[in-house]
C-alpha cells in the first residue's frame, strides 16, 4: 500500500524558511516522478512542483519560482520541499502526491498523496 507522511510544516513569520520532507513507503520512489501541491483556506488544490524520477527535471509555479526548491534523496525513499522568503500567501496545507510513472504530467489530479502538513506564514 502507497503511503506517502509530510512533516517539517509550521508557523513561520514572513521571509523564513522551512523544509517539508515526504516520507514514502509501499513503493519504490525512485520509479516515479513526485509533486507538491498546497491547498490553502477556502481554495481548491494548487500545483507547486515536481520532480522527475531521478531528480534531474524539475518545474516550478510562477508564484514561487526562486524561493521554493523540490529535491529528492531515492535511496531514502524521501521527497523534500526547501521554502525561502516565505510569504502569508504561501499559508496553506502541503501535500506531496505521486504520479504514476517516472515524468511529470499536465493538468494532473494528484489522486495519491498524503495527509497533508499545514504551513503558516505570520508575523
Known amino acids: 500500500e502507497v503511503h506517502l507522511v509530510e512533516s517539517g510544516g509550521g508557523l513561520v513569520q514572513p521571509g523564513g524558511s522551512l523544509r517539508l520532507s515526504c516520507a514514502a513507503s509501499?513503493?519504490?520512489?525512485?520509479?516515479?516522478?513526485m509533486a507538491w501541491v498546497r491547498q490553502a483556506p477556502g481554495k481548491g488544490l494548487e500545483w507547486v512542483s515536481d520532480?522527475?524520477?531521478?531528480?534531474?527535471?524539475?518545474s516550478y509555479a510562477d508564484s514561487v519560482k526562486g524561493r521554493f526548491t523540490i529535491f529528492r534523496e531515492n535511496a531514502k525513499n524521501t521527497l523534500y520541499l526547501q521554502m525561502n522568503d516565505l510569504k502569508p500567501e504561501d499559508t496553506a496545507v502541503y501535500y506531496c502526491?505521486?504520479?504514476?510513472?517516472?515524468?511529470?504530467?499536465?493538468?494532473?489530479?494528484?489522486?495519491?498523496r498524503g495527509q497533508g502538513t499545514q504551513v503558516t506564514v505570520s508575523s
Open positions: 509501499g513503493f519504490t520512489l525512485g520509479n516515479y516522478a
Open positions: 502526491a505521486k504520479y504514476p510513472g517516472p515524468g511529470y504530467l499536465a493538468s494532473y489530479e494528484f489522486p495519491v
Open positions: 520532480i522527475n524520477f531521478s531528480g534531474g527535471s524539475k
